[in-house]
């Protein structure tokens, strides 16, 4: 699957885009100034329980807010 392809369907199952992801990460304080301050694994934990996100698509949200990945990216 595509990066593109994990975003849409991310955003066809939680109804939220990237940037809100962004947002709502700054709000549990798993980000400060834009930089991730927690690991990979405390994200795919709060994807799943929150928003049944799979390992792949939480790893997807992950890349975004690490800054490894951009909404742009194929």
């Given at each position: 699957?595509?990066?593109?392809?994990?975003?849409?369907?991310?955003?066809?199952?939680?109804?939220?885009?990237?940037?809100?992801?962004?947002?709502?990460?700054?709000?549990?304080?798993?980000?400060?100034?834009?930089?991730?301050?927690?690991?990979?694994?405390?994200?795919?934990?709060?994807?799943?329980?929150?928003?049944?996100l799979?390992?792949?698509?939480?790893?997807?949200?992950?890349?975004?807010?690490?800054?490894?990945?951009?909404?742009?990216?194929?």
């Open positions: 699957m595509s990066f593109q392809g994990y975003l849409k369907t991310i955003k066809e199952k939680t109804g939220k885009t990237a940037e809100d992801f962004r947002k709502l990460a700054a709000d549990k304080g798993y980000t400060r100034d834009g930089q991730l301050t927690v690991k990979a694994g405390d994200i795919v934990k709060w994807l799943k329980e929150d928003f049944e799979g390992h792949g698509h939480s790893m997807a949200i992950y890349a975004l807010l690490k800054g490894k990945k951009t909404e742009n990216d194929h």
